[in-house]
């Protein structure tokens, strides 16, 4: 079955301290895999994506993933966390085909302390 | 536009009254999707059009739920006779070009949160 697992539900990281949010994800076909933010009351945006090429890519907001393709994993890191970078946090796995639905986990809510 | 544009933004509805629910894509969009996300629960497939094609409905949950994209720009999300069940925030994502190559990338509106008394 085709699925996204985000381990954990809720983090709570200090502000300037490191991030990884884990994923992992199951799907029969080349993975096309993703990270989106909501904030409350907003919709998705696009953090990061993966395609090809090479595994750790980088996105907006200082965030980066990594893809282990052995591991079926696809974490999301920041190196120095602020206080706006909280909010829920969905990993979101899909494929090349156009019109393919993302499968979304089921998301980890990120609360920043000072 | 510029985004993806949905509303009502809110819409609190009594069980068993009809409720209608419009997402207009980003201009050129070819694909649209809906999806449901119910509280502290991820997005869940719902239904997708190409152009004005519907052509995966395999998430709708029961045949309340109705969708329709006539002249493949708008579309409409319709659900009949609601139940508190269906309380949830729909969202309506777009993407492709026409002509251009498929990135996978959804382009998502901010929600209509639907609340069933």
């Known amino acids: 079955a085709q699925s996204v697992t985000q381990p954990d539900i809720h983090i709570t990281v200090s502000e300037g301290a490191s991030l990884e949010l884990r994923c992992n994800y199951s799907?029969?076909?080349?993975?096309?895999l993703f990270w989106y933010v909501q904030s409350p009351g907003q919709g998705l945006q696009l953090l990061l994506k993966?395609?090809?090429?090479?595994?750790l890519v980088q996105g907006i907001k200082g965030f980066e993933a990594e893809f282990k393709r052995s591991q079926s994993s696809f974490n999301l890191r920041k190196p120095s966390v602020h206080w706006s970078d909280a909010a829920e946090y969905f990993c979101?796995?899909?494929?090349?085909?156009?019109?393919?639905?993302?499968?979304f986990g089921k998301g980890t809510t990120l609360s920043v302390s000072s | 536009g510029a985004g993806v544009s949905q509303s009502p933004r809110y819409k609190v509805a009594k069980r068993g009254q009809d409720v209608a629910l419009r997402c207009d894509p980003i201009?050129?969009?070819?694909?649209l999707f809906w999806y449901q996300q119910a509280l502290g629960q991820g997005p869940e497939f719902l239904t997708y059009?190409?152009?004005?094609?519907?052509?995966?409905k395999s998430g709708l949950p029961s045949d309340r739920f109705f969708a329709e994209r006539p002249e493949g720009s708008v579309s409409t999300l319709k659900i009949q006779r609601t139940q508190q069940e269906d309380s949830a925030v729909y969202l309506c994502?777009?993407?492709?070009?026409?002509?251009?190559?498929?990135?996978?990338?959804?382009?998502f509106g901010e929600g209509s949160r639907l609340t069933v008394l």
């Open positions: 993966y395609f090809s090429g090479d595994t």
């Open positions: 979101a796995v899909g494929a090349e085909q156009a019109g393919t639905a993302l499968i």
């Open positions: 201009s050129g969009h070819v694909s």
């Open positions: 059009f190409q152009n004005e094609a519907q052509l995966d």
């Open positions: 799907y029969g076909a080349t993975p096309y």
């Open positions: 994502a777009s993407s492709s070009r026409r002509g251009e190559g498929n990135t996978g990338e959804l382009f």
